[in-house]
């Protein structure tokens, strides 16, 4: 969760700047070079994404871990049938 707040507060950050800089030029551009603002949108958009995707990450894990314990819990009380079933049998086989 420290991953994914910091990663929040980063790109919120980063948001506000670009909102609060943002000029708009009427004139021609002078050259082809990325402005500043340019380079900037562009890493908080890459970092906007990359959040998206571990978060979503951070989900279908849960879902996978969820499905683990499900499994895991099916599996014990087929162990604990198991051992009732060898018990029982062993108590038929001893009284005969």
């Known amino acids: 969760m420290n991953q994914r707040g910091s990663m929040n507060q980063r790109t919120d950050e980063i948001e506000r700047i670009l909102n609060a800089s943002k000029v708009n030029y009427s004139g021609p551009q002078v050259s082809q070079q990325p402005t500043l603002y340019d380079v900037q949108r562009r890493y908080a958009e890459d970092l906007k994404q ?4 571990f978060e979503e990450s951070q989900q279908k ?6 499905e683990q314990a ?4 099916i599996d014990r009380l087929y162990d604990l049938l198991a051992i009732g079933v060898a018990i029982a049998s062993m108590i038929i086989s001893l009284v005969k």
């Open 50 to 53: 990359l959040r998206q995707q």
């Open 61 to 66: 894990q849960e879902i996978k871990d969820r």
């Open 70 to 73: 499900k499994e895991k819990q």
